[in-house]
């Protein structure tokens, strides 16, 4: 499908036709978003914050995976390892060093980086279920590391940490904090979009499609496959470093191999190779358990809880409905939220033609 | 060595694959400014001896010099930057990326923003980069004549517009040698007329050597300088393409007549 623009946008710079939101409207539609998350705290309760929070900081983790995944092509099952080591460097940096915790959460995502790198070295010669085997051992190496480095970590026991205070302000509260993982957010996938219209980005994605000839195009097979471990790493630190600092506690065993599926989820629900669909897969899989919560909620006390004890199930219900979703999307839409959403925007302009 | 030396020499280049031997004591060069024909029956080592050119394969023996220096060994990536293009027999586009950014993928060893500068895009200089380098690539697509499928994503383009696409991030490399691994197969006849003139006007007006594997007589005949002819890895004949026509052991492996003597 041809990118749909409307009669009349004429472009007459070169500048202006390599825009993140390609017409007017776009734009506008994002600034306008943003400027009502921003009001988001004036209206919204602490709970429903709390989950803004939770789906922007696992979107910076989405994203770093979907460049990996999306975009490189390659795979990781050990994600949430990564999220986790950002998440512990950021408070082990803190209360060793007493860097502030803004510093702490960047630092983080570096420090996070280089520890993809090393994981990220087999991806140089590894493809497919080998790489995703080699992830493994990064997800259980890193989970062994947690529970036995107790200078970092503090062992099973877990580690405590600070609010992020800027000159003086604690954002100790979700209404604040929001803001600190809104403005996170932007950069990151700003960032993210920038770097899919340069040349690393770009260089990314021809690894993904036709190695062979990106290699001819002069690309570095090894380095890029390795960078994309880095980068991807990179933003699962700046996410987790951020999920530390509100959560206040961070402990081992929220690190397992369950949340890295969970993060893959994540990315083939909101859509492979797309920079809003990691946000959009975010969304869903925060939003998902709500929504069972909700149903068991409307059908507490009726006859199918009494009969199927809904209420006493409804761990299992969520785990339930995380799989049958990722089923649903992979049958009906392989291509993700992210997709579906460029069908509907389609259907609106097209109407009422349907091409 | 500079200028003298040939553009491109193999110097008696074998490549085996176990038992396979696909090619054997071929010896040939390229000078600047040629149109350089490799024809031959099917599995006469053709694309195989492209392949080593551009660094897929590694020959068994015998070596690859560019301008004069040893090139076996080196890297398959960094080629690119030495100033060898190709494109591919069976079409090898980036199907999900937009024709643009196709493009825009040859222009990789020329272009110098990292992942930092990219996604600081204003910050770094990454803009003003990407725009001095699409007004070059927008020369290559008004020379292709692609300007209307730009945006269109490479997989879902026809067959003949994939070929030409693909031409064209091949050129964006700024290569001093390009290699077309047979850029008119399964083109019709006006596909064909128009990509003969592209590669005439390439090699004419952009100052490319071309090195060009085809099996359209027709064309190989018409625009070539000199023609090499290889059959089951050895080289054949070498020369002008009346030279090449007339010798005897390629009419033998085109149309099966004995030789004589």
Known sequence: MVALTPAGDYRTSYAADMTIFPTRNSRIAMLLGIVLACAAPLVLGRYELGLLINIGTLGIAALGLNILVGFTGQISIGHAAFFGFGAFMSAWLHEEFHIPVILCIPLAGLGTAVVGLIFGLPAARLKGLYLAIATLAAQFILEDFFARARWFTGGVAGRMTENVSIAGIVFDREESYFYIVLGFVVLMFVGAANLMRTRDGRALVAVRDHYLSAEVMGINLAYYRTLSFAISSFYAGIGGALYAHYLLFVSVEAFNILFSIQFLAMVIIGGLGSVMGSLLGAAFMVLLPEVVQALVDQLAGGAIDRTLKLGANISFLREMMVGASIILFLVFEPNGLAHRWRLIKAYWKLYPYSH | ?261
């Open chain 2, 1 to 261: 060595m500079g200028e003298d030396a040939p553009i491109l020499a193999a110097d008696h280049v074998s490549l085996r694959f176990g038992g396979v031997r696909a090619l054997t004591d071929v010896s040939f060069s390229v000078n600047r400014g040629e149109i350089f024909s490799i024809i031959g029956p099917n599995g006469a080592g053709k694309t195989s001896m492209v392949n080593c050119i551009s660094g897929r394969y590694r020959p068994t023996e015998g070596s690859i010099l560019w301008q004069g220096r040893d090139i076996t060994r080196v890297a398959t990536n960094r080629r690119a930057a030495l100033g060898i293009g190709r494109t591919f027999q069976n079409l090898a586009l980036f199907g999900h990326m937009s024709v643009l950014d196709n493009i825009m993928v040859g222009r990789h060893h020329l272009l110098s923003s990292g992942v930092v500068q990219g996604m600081l895009w204003w910050l770094g200089g990454a803009q003003r980069e990407e725009i001095a380098h699409r007004r070059e690539v927008e020369e290559i697509i008004d020379f292709l004549e692609i300007q209307a499928v730009r945006k269109a994503p490479a997989g879902t383009l026809s067959y003949g517009l994939r070929k030409r696409v693909e031409l064209a991030r091949a050129m964006a490399l700024k290569p001093q040698l390009i290699l077309l691994d047979e850029p008119m197969a399964g083109m019709n006849l006006e596909e064909k007329e128009d990509m003969a003139r592209f590669i005439v006007d390439l090699n004419e007006e952009w100052g490319m050597t071309v090195l060009m594997i085809e099996h359209d007589m027709g064309v190989v005949m018409d625009i070539s300088t000199r023609v090499m002819v290889l059959d089951f890895g050895r080289q054949i004949a070498i020369g002008s393409p009346e030279e090449v026509m007339a010798h005897p052991r390629v009419r033998s492996a085109y149309l099966g007549e004995e030789v004589e003597a």
